[in-house]
């Protein structure tokens, strides 16, 4: 079955650019979409087809793919983004996918 | 205010039976996908199952072909996932996901119900 691959953790410093990948070889034909997940709570949706940022979602969330690579991209990272990320793609013969999560620390 | 309440969660011994709901409602149900996804305890999403807006298309991960069963009722906005021979490692927080896109598994998520399976 298809695969996509985090970093299991990624650390930045508050008010620094958090970058976090997400690689798989068919990723340049899929969506990407990126959640955001705290502790305790649900997922949220802050990264659709891509690039989308939904309306509720802060401007310094930001989404880009590049071949086989997409990165999520947090600027001026605040310690509320503290959280786990997970990528998620629809592949035609798995269904969706999800990568298995980057913890950001902001510290 | 979009809301997907999920409920049916509980214990269960091995090899045991459960149905999960999902009830939505702030938003017409009936032209939104409707996802299943679960999360083991410390672990990361696992994608389960979907279900197109009029029943006509649905996918289940290998880890749900053959055990698990997918429905909706959109007279009632509600969504089913009918789980049958639950092994240990089905325990989990079993959330519902909608979107209007079936490549984006959730736009709104609920908050997740859980499902323990011990003897």
């Known amino acids: 079955s298809y695969e996509v691959t985090q970093p299991p953790s990624v650390s930045v410093s508050p008010g620094q650019t958090a970058s976090i990948t997400c690689s798989g070889d068919?990723?340049?034909?899929?969506?990407v979409c990126w959640y955001q997940q705290k502790p305790g709570q649900s997922p949220l949706l802050v990264i659709s087809?891509?690039?989308k940022r939904p309306s509720d979602i802060p401007e310094r969330f930001s989404g880009s793919k590049s071949g086989s690579t997409a990165t999520l991209t947090i600027s001026g990272t605040q310690a509320m983004d503290e959280a786990d990320y997970y990528c998620?793609?629809?592949?035609?013969?798995?269904?969706?996918?999800f990568g298995g999560g980057t913890k950001l620390t902001v510290l | 205010e979009v809301q997907l309440v999920e409920s049916g969660g509980d214990l269960v011994q091995p090899g045991g039976s459960l149905r999960l709901t999902c009830a939505g409602s702030?938003?017409?149900?009936?032209?939104?996908?409707m996802q299943w996804v679960r999360q083991a305890p410390g672990k990361g999403l696992e994608w389960l199952s979907h279900?197109?807006?009029?029943?006509?298309?649905?996918h289940y991960a290998d880890s749900a072909k053959g055990r698990f069963t997918i429905s909706r009722d959109n007279a009632k906005n509600s969504l089913f996932l009918q789980m049958n021979s639950l092994r240990v490692d089905d325990t989990a927080v079993y959330y519902c996901?909608?979107?209007?896109?079936?490549?984006?598994?959730?736009?709104?998520w609920g908050r997740g119900t859980l499902v323990t399976v011990s003897s």
């Open positions: 996901a909608s979107s209007r896109n079936m490549l984006v598994v959730g736009d709104y």
């Open positions: 702030g938003f017409s149900f009936r032209d939104y996908e």
């Open positions: 068919k990723l340049g034909g899929q969506f």
């Open positions: 998620q793609v629809w592949d035609l013969t798995t269904g969706a996918v």
């Open positions: 279900i197109d807006a009029h029943s006509s298309d649905v």
């Open positions: 087809q891509d690039n």
